[in-house]
């Protein structure tokens, strides 16, 4: 059961294998930090102090600046145009021809050699990264799209000069909740801490429905968290988060192959387990 130990445990780990990221694990939970550190980042690039990389060429068309920010404060998330579909195929095939591996560790594998969740070692293989995706040139040109930073630079008050890639499968198989979080597959729901301020853009590479590992989220919830779960766990479970939140909160993101969204993932969130086929996810973290 998540708890305040927990929180404390996760924070004492957190300080003595990587002391730099005790902070924002620490304080980038909280709304004020976030906007605080927001407005001096803001502040510093409108006085030259800080440089950021220009945005890219647009790939997709329609976005309304201020709409999107709204719905971000308000709901946590917007729902982005299609990405182009020589894009999502471009994505698709790097994925599929490319070598993936389990956080980070060998071997590595083919997303073709992993059958029911299985490598033909016998070894799990629930959830895999692909390698070298920030590499990619579509990937960086999806990355670099001009009115999603827009966007997230909007939300965030400050352009972000930084972003982290992902690209993402997850397997269809059996195993359990226990196998899968501790392959960093994020079956349960929980926030993310990152950093100090930060947005996700996230892009289904392949067609998503709740069989199929869709994201689920409850709306708002970055901004009205129960205090003393902040300075808890950050996984909660589903009866928790149930028993706080009224139902018509919780949604479930689905979509065609090049479907995306904005969210600021400090709202609760979590990953629904593929059971028919496996999902291609892109993952960019901005900050």
């Not at 502040?43 to 990389?53: T, V």
């Not at 939300?155 to 269809?172: C, D, E, K």
């Not at 969130?269 to 028919?276: F, I, S, Y």
């Amino acid at each position: 059961m998540p708890s305040q130990a927990s929180f404390l445990v996760g924070a004492m780990n957190r300080l003595r294998r990587r002391p730099l990221s005790y902070g924002p694990y620490a304080l980038g939970r909280f709304g004020l930090v976030r906007r605080s550190y927001g407005a001096a980042r803001g502040m510093l690039q409108r006085l030259g102090l800080e440089k950021w990389n220009q945005s890219g060429p647009p790939l997709v068309q329609g976005i309304d600046v201020r709409a999107a920010v709204a719905s971000l404060r308000e709901q946590s998330f917007y729902v982005v145009p299609q990405l182009p579909d020589e894009i999502v195929s471009e994505i698709r095939r790097f994925a599929t021809e490319g070598l993936c591996r389990r956080q980070e560790r060998p071997p590595f594998f083919k997303a073709s050699d992993v059958i029911d969740g299985k490598l033909p070692t016998g070894e799990v293989a629930v959830l895999a990264d692909v390698v070298g995706a920030a590499s990619n040139q579509t990937i960086q040109a999806v990355s670099n799209e001009r009115s999603v930073v827009a966007v997230i630079a909007k939300y965030l008050g400050y352009v972000p000069t930084g972003h982290h890639v992902r690209l993402i499968w997850s397997f269809a198989c059996d195993a359990t909740d226990e196998v899968r979080l501790n392959e960093g597959q994020t079956v349960l729901y929980h926030f993310d801490v990152h950093s100090y301020n930060f947005a996700y853009a996230n892009y289904y590479i392949t067609d998503v429905d709740a069989r199929s590992g869709a994201h689920t989220m409850i709306v708002g919830s970055h901004t009205d968290k129960p205090l003393a779960w902040l300075f808890g766990s950050a996984m909660r479970s589903d009866g928790e988060i149930r028993g706080h939140y009224i139902s018509d909160r919780e949604i479930t993101l689905t979509g065609p192959a090049g479907f995306g969204f904005i969210q600021d993932s400090s709202c609760y969130h979590r990953a629904l387990a593929p059971v028919d086929r496996a999902r291609l996810m892109l993952q960019i973290r901005y900050f």
